[in-house]
């Protein structure tokens, strides 16, 4: 079975320094694709990057970056400059068919 | 573009009682999933509809049902109410299996407690 892991319950980060948030995954697939979504107070899910695995080059999303290692399936977003409106809880998410497949997510805090 | 919407947002029912949540899905996507995300923890698969069929189910018992309409939208209903059922339902729309990449669109959620 897949499984999602996020080790970092909490990061705290101050604006405009860089933050990296951890994710590792599990699966015997070979065709996938992997998400990193935000979820604000407002409770919706704001989808930040996508990576598919077939691509070996890091998906890059303005200040949102990932670092993809397929052989250790390992997933980390890296927050660039992070801004107050960066403050949320992030989840690192698994697709292969038909689902998605979320860690218990990060939270997140940006600190003036 | 609209995106996805979700109502009611907030709902108090009974143990036993039976609830029905709506989700309108974003124009163009034919695909719908829902979500049940307990306090604290990531959202769990609850099933999905495409072409008003399901073809995928997490691990729910049948007391969670849903239905896809014609226009895209989308009900899950939940009959029986159990205190653990209390949790965030989020309704997602996609490409389905045409654009796995693209993943989905979630809404804002429904927020369900049982008393």
């Known amino acids: 079975a897949q499984t999602v892991t996020q080790s970092q319950p909490e990061m705290s980060v101050q604006e405009a320094e860089t933050v990296t948030l951890s994710c590792t995954y599990d699966?015997?697939?070979?065709?996938?694709?992997l998400f990193w979504y935000k979820q604000p107070p407002s409770r919706q899910m704001i989808l930040v990057i996508r990576?598919?695995?077939?691509?070996?080059q890091n998906a890059t999303e303005n200040r949102f970056s990932v670092n993809f290692q397929k052989a250790a399936k390992s997933f980390s977003l890296k927050i660039s400059d992070s801004q107050l409106g960066d403050t949320a809880m992030y989840f690192c998410?698994?697709?292969?068919?038909?689902?998605?497949?979320f860690g218990t997510g990060t939270r997140l805090q940006v600190f003036p | 573009e609209t995106g996805v919407t979700q109502s009611p947002t907030h709902l108090i029912k009974t143990r036993g009682q039976q609830v029905t949540l709506r989700c309108s899905s974003q124009?163009?996507?034919?695909?719908v999933s829902w979500y049940q995300q307990a306090l604290g923890q990531g959202p769990q698969f609850i099933f999905q509809?495409?072409?008003?069929?399901?073809?995928g189910r997490g691990n729910f018992p049948p007391r969670f049902s849903g239905l896809q309409f014609p226009n895209y939208s989308s009900e899950l209903n939940v009959n029986a109410l159990e205190l653990d059922d209390s949790a965030l339902y989020l309704c997602?729309?996609?490409?389905?299996?045409?654009?796995?990449?693209?993943?989905?669109?979630f809404g804002s959620g429904t927020r369900l407690t049982v008393v």
């Open positions: 998410a698994f697709r292969n068919t038909d689902k998605l497949i």
């Open positions: 124009s163009g996507h034919n695909t």
């Open positions: 699966t015997s697939e070979n065709n996938y694709y």
């Open positions: 997602a729309s996609s490409l389905g299996r045409q654009r796995p990449a693209y993943g989905y669109t």
């Open positions: 990576q598919e695995a077939y691509k070996q």
């Open positions: 509809y495409y072409r008003e069929e399901e073809n």
